[in-house]
Structures are given as C-alpha cells and as structure tokens.
C-alpha cells in the first residue's frame, strides 16, 4: 500500500483525536505510521487477504470518500472491475482524497504548516502525497516551537521552566508533551505561588479564602479563589471595615452628646444662679429706691442695677436654652 494513502488516514485519524481531546489551537500534531503488507506477506494488516480484491477492500478500509466510492463499485463488480480500480480509478481516487485531506488539515494548522500546504497544493498530486507522507514534519515543528513560546509569555516561572525543557529538547514529542500535558502542571504551580504571594499581604477574609484554597489543594480551588473567591473575600473584608467605621461614629456621636449634655446641664445651672442673683439684685434695687424716694440720681442708678441684672440672667438662661438644644441634637445622632 502506498505510502501517501495511510498518510492521509493518518492526517484524519490524528484530527479527529484533536477535536475530541481539544487539541492545541493552532497547531496540527499528526502521529502514527504507514501501514501495509511488508515483502513476501500474504495478508495485509487486519487479516485482509494481499489479493487484487483483498486489496480493494483494504482501500476501501482506509481511503476517504472518493477511494471508498470506487472501491465499493468494485468489490460487487467482476474481477476486471477489479483491476480497472486497482490499474486506473485507485490513483486520481487517491489524489483527490488526499487533496481534501491538506485543506483539512489547514484547519488545524499554523503559519508554517499552512505555507508548506499551500505549496504542495500548488505543486501537483506528487508534491501533495509528498507532503502528507513527511513534508509536513518540519514545518509543523516550527509551529510547534512558535505555540510553546506563545504560551510561555504569559507563564510563570513553573511554566517557563517546562516550556525551556521542550524547547531544548527540541523534538514534536517534546514539545506536543509540553502543549497538551505539562503546561498545566506548570499553570498549576504558578497559580499556587500567586495564592501564597496574595497570602503574604492578606486582610482577613481573604487570608481564610486563601488558606481554604491551599488546604484543598486541588487546581480547582486553587482557580476558583484566584478568580471568584479572593474577591468575595476582599468585598466581605470591607464590609467589616465599614461596620467598624459606623461603630466608632456611634461611639464618637456619644462622647459629644454625653459632652453637650454636661455642657447644657452647666449653663443650666448658671442660668438658675444668674436668675437668682438678678431677683436679688431686683429686691436691693427696690429697697434702695424707696430708701431714696427724693434722690432722683440715687434711684436711677438703682434701677439700672436692677435692669443689668435682669438682662444677665435672660442671657444666662438664653445660653441655657442653646446648650439644651445643642446637647439634644447630639442625642439624636448618636441614636
């Protein structure tokens, strides 16, 4: 069996495989080997007889859709159908699958792959089957090395360090190793160094998240506080501190209304005194205007006495007022 053919079946194999395993975007990894019956066997693989027809349906078994819709007609036809297939139809059968096998194949690829494609496409059926049998190789290995240093700048060091080992390896096993496994060994790793770094400076709640996360160990919890729970935790952290702050208004509130309080019950007590002396001021002031009935300047100035004493204790008793009003105020906030 020709080489080019289970290229092209291994084209298709290996894309399938990709698309189920989510394979690395950008890049074609192609594996496997051609498969056909060595010198002097007499069966091809899978028990398939090595005669014209047994040949016929390992074309079937392995060709794509054009190759198959000829090697059908054939296996139900005569034996010269069978030979007609194997003499004539099998190749431009095969050139055509294997041409559609490149464009899928473009899919998947990178820059490099798809240059390499493109001239092979542009080159002919023998420049096209010598790209699917290795023309392929280098170029994908060029692809390959361009997505471990794309990936690797946006690593940390864990990352960085595995992506170092693929490159100077420098083999397609290497580096497709390091793109569809130890990568996230190394994500795994940084993400970790990251939550201990948030640790390092944490307020409560997020020293518990934190905490939480490293105890369970797992790269979902781990992701999960990088993403999710670091803020939540952050979010309760300041609810806390606002409560704080509200308490400690409260209290300050306090302390003033308790200190307007004193102040209004002080002025209160002055107004009381000023009150009393202004009455006694009052009663001298008539005792000594009636004692000077016929001395116009002596009861004048006991009047004026009488008058000044009066306005002291309104003023007194005003400050009285005020201090009342400013110690409820305070009352009503610290409530």
């Known amino acids: 069996m020709p080489p080019s053919l289970w290229s092209r079946r291994r084209i298709i194999t290996t894309l399938t495989a990709m698309t189920a395993v989510a394979a690395v975007p950008g890049s074609l990894v192609l594996s496997g080997a051609p498969a056909y019956a060595a010198e002097g066997d007499t069966e091809l693989p899978g028990g398939v007889p090595d005669t014209a027809r047994g040949q016929v349906l390992w074309a079937y078994l392995t060709g794509g859709r054009a190759v198959r819709a000829a090697a059908s007609a054939a296996l139900v036809g005569s034996d010269a159908q069978v030979s007609a297939f194997l003499s004539g139809e099998l190749a431009p059968a095969k050139a055509e699958d294997n041409r559609v096998a490149v464009f899928q194949g473009l899919a998947w690829a990178g820059r490099s792959v798809q240059a390499a494609a493109s001239r092979a496409l542009s080159g002919g059926d023998d420049a096209i089957a010598a790209y699917l049998k290795d023309g392929y190789l280098a170029p994908l290995k060029t692809d390959l090395r361009a997505e471990v240093f794309r990936v690797m700048e946006s690593g940390g060091a864990g990352l960085r360090r595995r992506a170092n080992t693929a490159l100077d390896a ?18 795994e790793e940084d993400e970790q160094v990251e939550v201990f770094k948030i640790l390092g400076t944490a ?16 790269a979902k919890a781990i992701q999960w506080f990088l993403n999710t729970g ?55 002031a008539a005792a000594e205007a009636k004692a000077a009935q016929n001395d116009v300047r002596k009861s004048a100035a006991a009047a004026n006495k009488a008058s000044e004493a009066a306005r002291g204790a309104a003023r007194a008793a005003q400050t009285a007022i005020s201090a009342s009003r400013a110690a409820q105020s305070a009352s009503t906030r610290a409530a």
């Open 230 to 284: 670091q803020h939540i935790a952050r979010a309760r952290d300041e609810e806390a501190a606002t409560i704080d702050q509200l308490v400690s208004i409260v209290e300050r509130e306090g302390k003033q209304a308790r200190l307007k309080t004193d102040k209004a019950v002080a002025a209160a007590e002055q107004a009381k005194e000023a009150a009393l002396k202004a009455k006694d001021a009052a009663l001298t």
């Open 203 to 218: 307020s409560p709640q997020v020293k518990e998240y934190a905490e939480r996360a490293l105890q369970d160990g797992s």
């Open 170 to 187: 420098d083999t397609q096993e290497a580096l497709e190793n390091f793109l569809l496994d130890t990568r996230f060994d190394g994500q």
